[in-house]
């Protein structure tokens, strides 16, 4: 069970690490510290939805397909993680980015939430990364297993949102140097694969 925990919370903290429009956002709120709670609780909240309703979905409506073709899919989701991982090692060595926020006047909560909805759920990858993806990954663990994974899953976005929030202030220092970014990124780096080779051993590619 700790297992099936561990894998959901890394692998969710390595999907919503990379600095996005939506991290972005909940950035400069946690600076200017405007409606920090909500902010960090919306976002955390919509991304347990969206784990939670992946991983009911596909086990419900393609619980048969992912039973035959489960060797297939564990080896395309290692790729795909894969993929991810040589991304944040092109990103680590090629780019020279620092963090930068724009500052504004301060809003009211339901303007600000409405454009934390936006970018929240217009955003593609939301769903590829938090319903198709963790949701095919977590065909691996079935029964009470499949519920902590979820759960670690869930919990990473919690930990990752509010520490984002909270902690901008102490992070913006740190983070507008390249060679942090550059840090951050190996490290995304390495736990994708690392997951990777996981997946490949389950679905035996490996």
Sequence with gaps: MMLAFLTGFFLGISLIMAIGAQNAFVLRQGILGQHI?????????????????????????????????????????????????????????????????????????????SILFVLTFANPHVYLDTMVLIGSISQQFSGDHKIYFAFGASLASFVFFFSLAYGAKLLIPVMQSPSSWRKLDILIAVVMFIISIKLAITGNWL
Excluded at 61 to 84: C, R, V
């Design 37 to 113: 709670l909500y902010v960090a609780l919306f976002c955390a909240l919509s991304d347990a939805l969206l784990i939670c309703t992946g991983i009911a979905s596909i086990s419900f409506f393609l619980d048969n397909f992912i039973a035959q073709f489960s060797n297939l899919l564990f080896g395309l989701s290692a790729i795909w993680i894969a993929g991810y991982g040589f991304i944040r090692l092109k990103s680590a060595f090629k780019s020279d980015s620092e963090l930068e926020i724009e500052l504004s006047t301060p809003q009211g909560l339901i303007p600000t939430l």
